[in-house]
């Protein structure tokens, strides 16, 4: 029987002996097909979408080297072809046990919900991997739990977003006193930090024990997976999201090679069935065939037809506006309902305000060359203030506690925020992602007192061949949830 031994040497594993007829089957899985979608004259050069393979490895001196997140890939590609595995860890790092007395002092209250405590003893047992589970089934909880477990371990736990990084902050400075911020207008690092993905580079890396990577799909972005590299000896990294795969750049490969394959996974249904998440129903929108133009007879290239399919399309912004105001009124959703109408664009969600004016208005950033083509195309009034992180701030805690109740937003409120009481979520961006629909209707999948479900709104967008496939996409997503689809307009 061959042997094949995989050495480990801070993040990279080097993998020596693989007989030559093998070599093409690991490299073969660590190699993937990736998409850079083209607009403009980028298209008419490379094509709208351009493909090319990606290694996710380098041969040196015979060896296969690779991430550290690859290991059971490989062992698994060579143990099936009845390969011995040797696997030694060239590292001097911490010895992890876990306290079980300190994580019951901390969290005395301590209450397992639908298969956290077997998710906990995954991470317990485990050096690294990813965990799959909805909106709001508790994942913040989980990486509390972990926390207070290794009272000794120094502890980093990234967030996409300042939002969910204070969130998270709150809740866990209730159980320990030594945590940190790195981002988000905070630089005070401590043995549990709490950090942006943008600012992981200035958290602690060198010390670190354990990484938790919340939206862990997020890593696969160039900048990212190289920071998440550079964390070279951590005893446990662990990522979280209820997105594992549907990038559309085709690199989920690279969360699994830096962080680890799924360990395990809750389903949304699943979830909602044992009441930790809100029944989600879609209402849809119709725009059948003929009521307007279509996008071909318009624009060609892919921005210019989302302009006119979706942002400066007055009839289906009045149909989106008509329907949300539709639910407001008729109180089938609740005497006040919380709503959160998203967009892709800034232009799109200004456009959609001047339909429902009462509704306030979030973005993530806006420069001033852009205010004042918006002020040109009537969508700002002249001496408009833009937001400032303190309005923003603001803004988000308003809607936090349901004091403020109606808000059109880019994506910037779609992912990274926990809304306790939302209740209806209107979806206008158009986009076939499984990751963004999923994702933003999850802001939806809250419980609170008085929802029996919560609404999506989404057009099926049967007008235009072109958008009808991309709305085909989104209802897929939808339907694979479990999701109950009825006309809603």
């Not at 949300?324 to 005497?335: F, P, T």
């Not at 919560?454 to 694979?480: N, P, Q």
């Amino acid at each position: 029987m061959a042997t094949v031994t995989i050495k480990r040497s801070g993040n990279v594993l080097s993998i020596q002996g693989v007989p030559e007829n093998l070599q093409p089957l690991i490299t073969g899985e660590l190699t993937y097909v990736h998409r850079t979608t083209h607009a403009g004259m980028d298209a008419v050069y490379h094509g709208p979408v351009e493909r090319e393979e990606r290694e996710l490895f380098r041969i040196v001196d015979g060896a296969i080297l690779t991430t550290q997140g690859a290991q059971q890939l490989v062992t698994g590609v060579l143990t099936k072809r009845g390969v011995e595995v040797v696997f030694q860890d060239l590292r001097k790092v911490t010895t992890l046990e876990p306290d079980y007395q300190h994580l019951q002092s901390c969290m005395p209250e301590l209450e397992f919900r639908l298969k956290q405590s077997e998710i906990l003893a995954y991470l317990i047992g485990s050096n690294s991997g990813i965990i799959v589970a909805p909106t709001a089934y508790g994942k913040t909880f989980i990486m509390l739990a972990l926390t207070a477990l290794y009272p000794d371990a120094n502890i980093i736990i990234a967030s996409p977003g300042a939002a969910l990084l204070d969130s998270t902050y709150k809740r866990m400075i209730k159980i320990s006193n030594n945590v940190g911020r790195v981002g988000g207008g905070h630089k005070d690092p401590q043995r549990v930090t709490l950090t942006t993905m943008q600012s992981l580079m200035h958290a602690p890396i060198a010390k670190c024990d354990i990484l938790l990577i919340d939206e862990v799909h997020r890593i696969a972005a160039p900048t990212y997976s190289r920071d998440v590299a550079k964390i070279r000896n951590a005893v446990k990294i662990f990522g979280m999201t209820a997105t594992p795969t549907g990038r559309a750049d085709g690199a989920d490969l690279v969360s699994e090679v830096l962080i680890g394959p799924v360990i395990y996974n809750i389903e949304y249904e699943e979830a909602a069935k044992a009441g930790l998440v809100s029944d989600i129903k879609v209402g849809l929108v119709s725009l059948p065939r003929g009521s307007m133009p279509t996008v071909k007879d318009r624009v060609s290239g892919r921005v210019p037809r989302k302009r006119w399919a979706y942002w400066r399309n007055d009839l289906r912004n009045q149909k989106f506006a008509s329907a949300l105001q539709q639910v407001i009124d008729s109180k089938e959703m609740g005497e006040d309902p919380q709503t959160l109408m998203l967009t892709e664009t800034l232009e799109h969600a200004l456009r959609l305000h001047q339909l429902l004016p009462d509704h306030t208005v979030v973005y993530g950033t806006m420069d001033r060359q852009t205010m004042v083509k918006m002020q040109a195309k009537g969508l700002l009034p002249e001496g408009y203030k833009k937001l400032t992180p303190k309005d923003k701030t603001r803004l988000l805690s308003q809607f936090e506690t349901g004091e403020l109740r109606h808000v059109i937003s880019t994506g910037c409120w779609g992912e990274g925020v926990d809304f306790v009481y939302l209740d209806v979520v209107v979806n206008t961006a158009g986009s076939p992602s499984s990751i963004i629909n999923t994702q933003w209707s999850g802001r939806n999948s809250r419980i609170h007192d008085g929802k029996s479900h919560g609404l999506i709104i989404d057009c099926d967008d049967k007008w235009d061949m072109w958008t009808r496939g991309r709305a085909t996409s989104r209802f897929r997503t939808y339907k694979d949830k479990g999701w109950e689809v009825y006309d809603i307009v």
